[in-house]
């Protein structure tokens, strides 16, 4: 073979892998910044297991996170499927490692970001694939595909371990964690503070919030939330799962939720048990104090939740009890309400966020905003400009679930528990009367708080009062009156 004819021969392989390779790249969506903002599922897939480079980190998580809303996981299977088959042809030293590729996205898409219950179909396409297709080009691949399957398909012993997130395996932000054998912060609680607890553990008198210093209550706090806060799933966060009335998979961002809503019940329970004013604006300063606390812990979920209730128009209203709390205290409770304002889309708790070394509990409503907003704000498909006199096609509007991933990432880097010693009896007697305010809420007394507002300092003119704490710049009116903060 003579210089040109070798020459001429590497061009034609050289432009058949091109073929190969890129025959879907005319249905993509590209950014400015070469972002991929849209495209069919055959040209996702196509990048997805494209020969020449790796796909960036931000593309290779969203899909991963996101597909299952905009296909099905038999439908990405066949396309996976199809992808094989299309590279083959003649050339099969071609088609070799766009082959490993695809393999290696069932790979993936079994060990980190398997869902069973919705993904247990896709096997009526994966195994015979395995066994046949893959296994007579690749027969160690296809074993090892075929191994996988059946620990799927074995109802015992998970075969994915997820710590926070599915996504953390992608992530290319690199997050300081707290080293598991950091010291725990000790408690602050003596062993003669801790005998009121003990002795309520077994019968005796019931202690009242005041008992607990403010930062043994914002700490036990902490620990409470973001418990809960780390098992979110990203799951959770996808195609407002959690706004579902009846059937939602967002079982620990609606506990989370919950679990706000029951604490600014708390507060606002423990003032309003208080017959006495100034026992009412000692226990009003109690939580001010827990509250600064919890921005000291950069508890932020805590912080609004007691901000909230006391912000509340069952609380605000009481001003003989307000005229007793110091001034100083309603300029630290003013502070700690701009921190957290909702106005203006979170602007100054973004900007605290935004740089934020954990451990750091986040307000997760904002999250949930900003899902939502992005979900309802979009469209699922977008429009493909045609060529010529042909018309335009519909295809997957991918810049949607990149902007969805991206809100679940900036949340997920927060997923790092706090190195906190948990009191056992503390939080015996936290959850307790968390029970009980639920309880009460539950049996459809929302509006007892009021009614008991109403009685313990009796409406003396028909004029809305506004807050003692407030000035100019007033909380917001709809995020006072609603206890469930997270609506």
């Known amino acids: 073979m003579t210089g040109s004819q070798s020459t001429l021969k590497d061009n034609t392989d050289d432009g058949e892998l091109k073929i190969l390779e890129t025959a879907f790249a005319d249905e993509l969506l590209h950014n400015k910044d070469g972002q991929i ?194 098992s979110i799933m990203p799951e959770e966060l996808l195609g407002s799962e959690w706004t579902k009335r009846s059937g939602s998979n967002a079982v620990n961002v609606r506990a989370m939720s919950k679990l706000s809503t029951d604490i600014s019940n708390l507060v606002a329970d423990t003032i309003l048990q208080c017959d006495d004013a100034k026992k009412r604006a000692v226990t009003i300063k109690h939580w001010i104090k827990t509250a600064h606390k919890c921005l000291e812990l950069n508890n932020y979920g805590s912080l609004m939740a007691i901000v909230c209730s006391l ?54 409503g904002m999250y949930l905003t900003d899902l939502t907003f992005v979900d309802a704000g979009n469209s699922a498909t977008r429009q493909l400009p045609g060529h010529g006199d042909s018309d335009g096609i519909s295809v997957i509007n991918f810049d949607k679930y990149t902007r969805t991933a991206k809100i679940i990432s900036e949340l997920q880097r927060f997923q790092i528990p706090y190195r906190l010693a948990e009191i056992p009896e503390l939080q015996e007697w936290i959850q307790a009367r968390l029970a009980r305010v639920k309880s009460s809420s539950e049996n459809g007394d929302v509006q007892k708080y009021y009614h008991k507002s109403l009685l313990l300092e009796p409406r003396k003119t028909i004029h809305p009062r ?17 206890f469930n903060i997270f609506t």
């Open 37 to 230: 903002t849209g495209g069919t599922l055959p040209a996702l897939v196509e990048r997805l297991t494209t020969h020449d480079s790796t796909p960036d980190s931000i593309f290779l998580s969203t899909f991963y996170l996101t597909f299952r809303l905009f296909v099905t996981p038999v439908e990405l299977a066949k396309a996976l499927v199809d992808r094989f088959d299309y590279v083959g042809g003649e050339s099969p030293h071609i088609a070799g490692p766009v082959r490993l590729r695809v393999y290696n996205v069932f790979m993936d898409w079994f060990e980190f970001h398997w869902r069973d219950l919705s993904d247990h179909e896709a096997l009526s396409v994966i195994e015979p694939f395995a066994q046949d297709k893959l296994g007579r080009v690749h027969p160690g691949a296809g074993r090892r595909l075929l191994e996988l399957v059946e620990r799927v398909s074995n109802p015992h012993g998970p075969l994915i371990h997820h710590s926070a997130s599915s996504m953390s395996k992608r992530s290319t932000s690199i997050v300081p964690c707290v080293p598991a054998d950091t010291a725990l912060r000790p408690s602050i609680m003596s062993k003669s503070q801790m005998g009121a607890w003990k002795t309520w553990k077994i019968g005796g008198s019931n202690p009242t919030v005041l008992k607990i210093d403010p930062l043994e209550l914002a700490q036990q706090l902490t620990i409470k939330e973001m418990t809960i806060f780390c």
């Open 311 to 364: 912000n509340s128009s069952a609380i605000i209203r009481l001003k003989r009890t307000w005229d007793v709390v110091s001034q100083n205290q309603k300029d630290i409770l003013k502070c700690l309400q701009s921190i957290v304002e909702p106005g203006k889309n979170y602007t100054v708790l973004r900007r605290r966020l935004h740089n934020h070394v954990p451990p750091c509990l986040p307000f997760l």
């Open 466 to 482: 506004h807050s003692p704490v407030e000035g100019r710049n007033r909380f917001s009116s709809t995020q006072k009156e609603k």
